[in-house]
């Protein structure tokens, strides 16, 4: 029978799942230091593509946590992969200043202006968000050029609720286009392969813990993955009891998680 036991490398969702905005979750700093002193490791695999790697370890520090960039793997880190696979001419870049420097960093070629030989739109998770970049985005998309997002994730949690995610503004970009772009991130089972080649661990020494069915639990299936769902963040028990997409793994929280493993 499969056990969380017999897990060694834990990809981990972070909104929702280890802490909620500037809230650490009760059991996160435990959880880490359990997985690592039993001989195991951890990556934080996430599909916020609004801050980079860099403000990443600076949002961790802030809550107690030492991380390196080798643990992080974003979904804006998966989309750089998967855009240097074509020569583009020029990419407009459609999130913040921080998903714009890390594409332009990459060595791709993006702009931020409504150009003639723009080829392509990058749509990240955008909380920078203005009424002119939905204008160029619907005019480009009118023109036929590629149209790629970071993530279909309808919703990001905050502290006071939700607000609108990648998934939502590609929605809204539908209604007015009737586009839809092609998602990278989860729950592509991209970001999970490259997670576990990087680390050298099995699929069958690897779970995916994170607190949504259609992205981080089926990014876990879709890799052939153990998948642990955790009800700390957007998903319930009435979505699981209407979804598809099954984890084999279901916890109140981190702290659960943590206890069933040390029991």
């Given amino acids: 029978m499969n056990t969380l036991k017999d897990k060694k490398l834990f990809l981990l969702d972070m909104d929702g799942t280890i802490y909620l905005d500037n809230e650490l979750f009760d059991g996160t700093l435990e959880f880490l230091d359990y997985v690592k002193k039993s001989g195991g490791r951890y990556m934080y695999l996430t599909n916020n593509s609004s801050k980079s790697v ?6 961790l520090a802030s809550l107690g946590i030492k991380a390196d960039e080798d643990e992080f793997f974003t979904s804006t880190n998966a989309t750089i992969l998967d855009l240097k696979k074509y020569n583009y001419k020029k990419i407009y870049a459609f999130g913040t200043s921080s998903f714009k420097s890390q594409l332009s960093e990459a060595g791709l070629p993006i702009t931020e202006a409504l150009e003639d030989d723009i080829d392509c739109l990058c749509m990240g998770f955008d909380t920078e968000l203005t009424f002119q970049k939905l204008e160029d985005a619907c ?6 050029v590629d149209y790629i997002a970071t993530n279909p994730d309808w919703v990001c949690p905050t502290w006071y609720g939700s607000v609108p995610d990648c998934g939502s503004v590609s929605a809204m970009l539908f209604n007015a286009t009737g586009r839809k772009p092609r998602f990278i991130g989860k729950p592509e089972p991209t970001m999970a392969n490259l997670a576990m080649e990087k680390a050298g661990f099995t699929k069958e020494q690897t779970a995916l813990m994170g607190d949504r069915l259609y992205t981080d639990i089926a990014c876990g299936v879709n890799a ?11 998903g319930t028990i009435a979505d699981l009891e209407k979804s598809d997409v099954k984890p084999e793994f279901v916890y109140d929280n981190i702290r659960a998680v943590l206890e069933d493993l040390k029991s």
């Fill in 54 to 59: 860099d403000k990443y370890i600076a949002k």
């Fill in 224 to 234: 052939g993955i153990s998948t642990i769902f955790v009800l700390s963040g957007e």
């Fill in 139 to 144: 005019i480009l998309l009118g023109r036929g």
